[in-house]
């Protein structure tokens, strides 16, 4: 019932499905309830809650328990949110695994352990699948779908048809492979931006700005493929005009960074003169972070529907 365990519980319940809530301290739940009845109080009054329900409806979907056996009761889909920590997680799989009959999905939220890591031993590994959520998972859609090698394909369908129908944004991974796709994306970015500074060439609050007023704007509605398509006559085109002086520019990037010494302290300072390094001044960024999330998926939906 943290952070990730609330979102979902809010996605699953704006989606129409009663959801369980389970955590292994009952005041963790009175406080996640909370927190949950303030935030859809919130957006159904500046107009943004998702779903069809009015917040009260959403709300009495929720229910709370400390039980585990209880909580997995009836489940046709249980998602996991403990911290990122292997052995946490295998431990909860494991006792699910003893609970749980042959038609509920067991699946994890987790952002970077491979399915084979988490999942290989148990009993009903056909039924356990990765869906990973990007942070908040209520404002941002896009979900990644991961099979361990042994997770039946009817796992990933009933998965990807649920996430589609909560409104989600599913995408299916054939095969798994280390931090999946967004974080492989994310990092390439993040190890670029990093080399960038650390070498002198821009200052963070520049390289930041590159993204967020240049490449950003585009990557809000469209991806790095269609960037190329729509940039040429093609993609075929594309790679015709630019192939050499991509590979020109990709030959000069520097090994992975370490990310420690001095970049670390450059990138810090900057970041910490925006927003300083204190709870106050980072919760108030972070919720300026999802009202403007919230705009962009109001915008992004309306320009769907037309």
Partial sequence: SGLIGRSWAMVFAAGGFKVKLYDIAQQQLTSALENIRKQMKEMEKSGVLKGALSADQQLALISVCTDLKAAAEGATFIQECTPENLEVKKKIFGQLDLIVGDNVILSSSTSCLLPSKLFTGLKHVKQCIVSHPVNPPYFVPLVEIVPHPETDPSTTERTYALMKKIGQSPVKLNREIEGFVLNRLQY????????????????????????????????????????????????????????????????????????????????????????PVVPKALDARRKWRDECLTGLAKLKTQMKSD
């Fill in 188 to 275: 390439a970015v993040i190890s670029e931006a990093w080399r960038l500074v650390g070498e002198g060439v821009m200052s963070p609050t520049d390289v930041d700005l590159v993204m967020s007023d240049g490449l950003g704007m585009r990557y809000a509605f469209i991806g790095p493929l269609e960037t190329m398509h729509l940039n040429a006559e093609g993609v075929s085109s594309y790679c015709e005009r630019y192939a050499e002086g991509m590979r020109l520019v990709l030959n000069t990037f520097g090994p992975v960074p370490e990310f420690s010494g001095e970049t670390v302290q450059k990138v810090n300072q900057a970041l910490s003169e925006k927003i």
